[in-house]
């Protein structure tokens, strides 16, 4: 019985041993491109047909940037959107994703952020490494398309804020 013990030891130290790193690998994070392509957005979520006066977009892996770490994947995405759009644009798009149901914070990596607000980031109080913003909350759900699940809506100024996720 002895025998099998250290056995069972030893080879548990071997193989810990063997799955372990000298040096942590970083990633680093994939740079920020934005989109302002709306038709391109249709195609991952379901947008609807409203007025909107501009639109910025990013599509960004969500694993960490160190590589010892396994969750979210390197194959997880998250997906952010600004949607500015006039008085008619909400006339339209309230009856699709309902009224405003009580406030939310959403909090966004600041170049992301930079990204998808634009100049009105510069409103935002300065967080370092990420920048959170609270308005009313709405219901994303009705944008869902294939495997992006919505995260969070509110109103900020006159656009919608959308996070999304695909894991």
Known sequence: ?????QN????????????????ATIRKPAPVAV?????????IINLPSIPIRNGRWVEMPLGQTDEGSLLPGPTD???YVYLELDAAGWTELEPIIGPAQ?????????????????PLVTELQDAGASRALTGPKYDA??????TYRPGGAIRFHDGLLMTFAAL
């Open 1 to 5: 019985m002895r025998v099998v013990l």
């Open 8 to 23: 069972l030891l030893l080879a548990t130290a071997i193989l810990s041993a063997g799955c372990s790193r000298d040096k």
């Open 35 to 43: 989109s302002t392509d709306l038709d391109k957005l249709r195609d």
């Open 77 to 79: 995405l998250g997906l």
């Open 102 to 118: 009580g406030t939310r914070t959403i909090v966004l990596r600041t170049e992301i952020a930079s990204a998808v607000l634009g």
């Open 141 to 146: 759900s009705k944008m869902r398309r294939g």
